[in-house]
């Protein structure tokens, strides 16, 4: 081992990562590209895809690399991984409820699951995950649990988003009680609502070294 590994080695012992890969999953439709977009205009102006009220809009990974967060003097820079939606079942005849045809919705439950095929490989990839939960919904899903117990198995560092906290019947605290070992941060991505506590939770979980 060189000096500078050594010396790389001695500093991130003491300070943490300072780039790190992070990867938002979750189930389909629980906000994870708007999230994704509203953390790329808040921090590089720009974002990473786009959203529809149809599930599994997104199906393929999307990225945006170098996203800078600061809180003070900390910083974190992140490239930032927006996953296809989470389904443990996926049937086009869900998709025909959107209008779309036949041929469109069997095309898009291939790629969908295509697509969560590959957000699980990803996880091999990344050094942190923000588990994305919609906090007007029983937290207690077999997505959510499955996704929950792949990252513990793996030992990756993860925050627990309560989105959409902005829409009646929202229970972020049912979130909270329901996985009590783990930090959840109540946030509604689309307003922007509580985000300043989800960056200081980044950086506190995700500059950690990892053992």
Request: net charge positive; charged share 25%; glycine share 8%.
């Amino acid at each position: 081992m060189g000096i500078f590994d050594k010396l790389s080695g001695w500093l991130l012992s003491i300070f943490g990562k300072r780039q790190v890969k992070i990867g938002i999953y979750g189930p389909p439709n629980a906000g994870k590209t708007t999230l994704a977009n509203r953390i790329a205009m808040d921090w590089a102006g720009t974002i990473v895809g786009e959203v529809s009220e149809i599930p599994h809009e997104t199906r393929k990974i999307q990225k945006k690399d170098r996203i800078v967060i600061k809180d003070g003097k900390a910083s974190l820079t992140i490239d930032l991984v927006d996953t296809p939606g989470i389904a443990t079942k996926i049937d086009y005849h869900d998709f025909l409820e959107y209008g779309l045809t036949e041929e469109e919705a069997k095309k898009r439950a291939k790629e969908a699951t295509e697509g969560v095929i590959e957000a699980i490989k990803w996880l091999d990839n990344l050094d942190g995950v923000i588990l994305l939960m919609d906090s007007t919904k029983n937290p207690f899903t077999q997505v959510n649990i499955t996704i929950l117990g792949n990252l513990e198995a793996r030992e990756l560092p993860f925050i627990i988003a309560a989105n959409k906290i902005d829409l009646n019947g929202s229970t972020p605290a049912t979130l909270k009680s329901a996985f009590p070992k783990h930090e959840v941060v109540p946030i509604s991505a689309l307003n922007g609502i509580n985000m300043d506590l989800l960056y200081e939770a980044m950086l506190r979980k995700f500059r950690k070294k990892r053992k």
